[in-house]
Nanobody, 124 residues
Framework: QVQLRESGGGSVQAGDSLRLSCSDS????????VGWFRQAPGKEREFAAAISWNGGSTLYSDSLKGRFTISRDRAANTVYLQMNNLEPEDTALYYC?????????????????WGQGTQVTVSS
């Protein structure tokens, strides 16, 4: 069974950067795409970014592309989300998830396993 753990969240000021990490302690996601999603209070969960099993293909939300970068270290079984120039609108609980397939998708239904999330709060 996949066990995902997100880390790296926190409270920052607008314009700051954060790097989120998603580790898979049981190393069961190495052949699957991994995605990041976020959910703000009172809003639906939304797709942020995803990366293929080997890191060769990435997918981003159109609204976040250019500020967020996803990457993965397969040896460390960790996927990262680098978030730059953060805005108050980025405040949300950020989740990582393991996809059912090797290549990334924006659809939440395409993901089989989810972490518990890490909170990001951006103040103006």
């Amino acid at each position: 069974q996949v066990q995902l753990r997100e880390s790296g969240g926190g409270s920052v000021q607008a314009g700051d950067s954060l790097r989120l990490s998603c580790s898979d302690s049981r190393r069961t996601s190495s052949n699957n795409a991994v995605g990041w999603f976020r959910q703000a209070p009172g809003k639906e969960r939304e797709f942020a970014a995803a990366i293929s099993w080997n890191g060769g293909s990435t997918l981003y939300s159109d609204s976040l592309k250019g500020r967020f970068t996803i990457s993965r270290d397969r040896a460390a079984n960790t996927v990262y989300l680098q978030m730059n120039n953060l805005e108050p609108e980025d405040t949300a609980l950020y989740y990582c998830a393991v996809a059912r397939r090797s290549f990334p998708t924006r659809e939440t239904s395409g993901y089989a396993y989810w972490g518990q999330g890490t909170q990001v709060t951006v103040s103006s």
